[in-house]
Each structure stands twice: as structure tokens, then as C-alpha cells.
Nanobody, 118 residues
């Protein structure tokens, strides 16, 4: 019943920035961690970042540490991914994800394309 809708993707030059948004409807997650994943063409879908909805504790894949920031606005039920210093290797479809009641990521948005050019 949870629905996730991403927005904010686009084309940006290397070194530029984008902010992705994920509108969350239909559920709350308490201490569970919302997440961003990404999938490049021909590659597997990989973890990017997580945030505990209640505490705000965050985790990042090493390749984006210091460049990306995950955050959430509880009042707006919206998840964000601020992406700075973008690199061509960041090019991918980005998805937000939410866990079910046993902590598995079973709810996914439709994805938003991020393309970083040189």
C-alpha cells in the first residue's frame, strides 16, 4: 500500500548538483531506514544511502560519501537526496525504497534518470 514517487532527475555537467525528491504515501516506518538505490545500464541495482526515518541516522556507500546527503522532511513525508560534485559514474536511474514490516525493501518508486556529462 506504500507508494513512492521520485522526481528531480535530469542532465547535469560533471561537478554540478541535483536534488532528488521522493514523495512517500501510505505508511510510516518508525525506526526503519528509507533508502536510495541506483542502477546504471547493464548493471545491478546498488545501494546509495539510507536514513532512519525517526532518528535521522544516515549511511552511505563509500563512493558518494562527502558528495551526497540523504535527508527527510517528516512533515512533508518526503525523502531527499542532495547530490553535489557529480561525476559521470553517477549516471543511473535512481530509486527510493521503503521497507516492509520485517525490514525488507519491497516498496519502490518508478525511478528518476540522472545523467552526468563531462
Amino acid at each position: 500500500q506504500v507508494q513512492l514517487v521520485e522526481s528531480g532527475g535530469g542532465l547535469v555537467q560533471a561537478g554540478g548538483s541535483l536534488r532528488l525528491s521522493c514523495a512517500v504515501a501510505g505508511g510510516t516506518f518508525g525506526s526503519y531506514a528509507m533508502a536510495w538505490f541506483r542502477q546504471a545500464p547493464g548493471k545491478e541495482r546498488d545501494f546509495v544511502a539510507t536514513i532512519n526515518w525517526t532518528t535521522g541516522k544516515t549511511n552511505y556507500v563509500d563512493s558518494v560519501k562527502g558528495r551526497f546527503t540523504i535527508s527527510r522532511d517528516n512533515a512533508k513525508n518526503t525523502l531527499y537526496l542532495q547530490m553535489n560534485s557529480l561525476k559521470p559514474e553517477d549516471t543511473a536511474v535512481y530509486y527510493c525504497a521503503a521497507p516492509n514490516l520485517v525490514g525488507q525493501y519491497t516498496y519502490w518508486g518508478q525511478g528518476t534518470q540522472v545523467t552526468v556529462s563531462s
